[in-house]
């Protein structure tokens, strides 16, 4: 008896379409500069310019996206790099990197003058730091 593999293209390219339409990401980057410090960010991907946004000492802005997925092996290539600048400083970071962050859906950042300090997992506990780019 052979298998039906023709039949068998629609039903599969229908389910990773399926996986991959309800994949959202949420980024939340919280100010923890220092007192009194604004803390102006400038997003983007290679596909969306998110634009400046001053965030006051423990304010917080976020934003959302969808994966772009690719077939196996390749997986999602998603980046989105920020700059970061207060007083007389400039840094930079990738705040999202599939590579790193595969498994994150509400990825939620510190930013400290040391680096970013990020937790995928429980909110607002920033277990993973990181050096500035």
């Keep these: 008896m052979a298998f039906p593999t023709k039949n068998l293209s629609f039903p599969l390219i229908f389910f990773m379409l399926l996986l991959a339409w309800g994949d959202c990401t949420v980024v939340r980057i919280k100010n923890d500069i220092g007192q009194g410090n604004k803390l102006t960010v400038h997003c983007q991907s290679g596909d969306d310019n998110l634009g400046k946004h001053v965030i006051p000492f423990g304010g917080e802005w976020d934003f959302t996206?969808?994966?772009?997925?690719?077939?196996?092996?390749?997986?999602?290539?998603?980046?989105?790099?920020?700059?970061?600048?207060w007083q007389r400083e400039f840094k930079r970071f990738d705040i999202y990197n599939a590579t790193r962050d595969f498994d994150c859906e509400d990825c939620q950042w510190s930013i400290t003058p040391d680096g970013p300090c990020g937790d995928m997992l429980t909110p607002y506990v920033y277990s993973l730091c990181y050096p500035w780019d």
Excluded: E, K
Excluded at 72 to 80: D, I, M, Q, R
């Design 65 to 85: 996206f969808s994966n772009n997925w690719r077939p196996w092996p390749w997986g999602s290539t998603t980046l989105f790099h920020c700059s970061f600048s």
